[in-house]
């Protein structure tokens, strides 16, 4: 499984239009940042420290095809790149972020 860390809002917008089409930064690479198991931690440490109304979706790669591409990123490692917008069916589990913790230990505990 691989991981999309995104406002509530966001993920509301994308049920309704049945895909996400990426934040600002996602438009601005040209492709939706996703994050292995092993990575995402980091991901909520750097990029969303101190956010609120956040929804961590667990997305299944093997129905991406093709536009799901693993490229080189962070430190040489490999990160999972969706060059299309990410179908809301691909996701298997949308889990609100608990608010009561720091962002980056509430993902490792969702995580597990």
């Known amino acids: ?3 999309k860390l ?3 809002a966001e993920w509301a917008q994308a049920r309704a239009r049945g895909s996400y089409a990426g934040s600002a930064v996602d438009r601005r690479d040209g492709y ?9 931690v ?4 750097r990029h969303f420290a101190g956010q609120r109304g956040l929804v961590l979706l ?4 093997g129905l991406l095809g093709a ?9 040489g490692a490999l ?6 917008p990410l ?3 691909a996701v298997v589990l949308a889990v609100d972020v608990p608010e009561d913790v720091p962002v980056p230990d509430a993902v490792a505990a969702l995580v597990g």
Not at 42 to 45: Q, S
Request: proline residues 7%.
């Open 67 to 75: 536009d799901l591409r693993w490229e080189l990123s962070r430190g």
């Open 58 to 61: 667990t997305v299944d790669p």
């Open 42 to 45: 980091e991901t909520a440490a």
């Open 87 to 89: 179908p809301v069916d």
């Open 79 to 84: 990160f999972p790149h969706l060059y299309a």
């Open 32 to 40: 939706v940042h996703l994050s292995g198991r092993e990575q995402v």
């Open 6 to 8: 995104l406002a509530a």
């Open 1 to 3: 499984m691989i991981y």
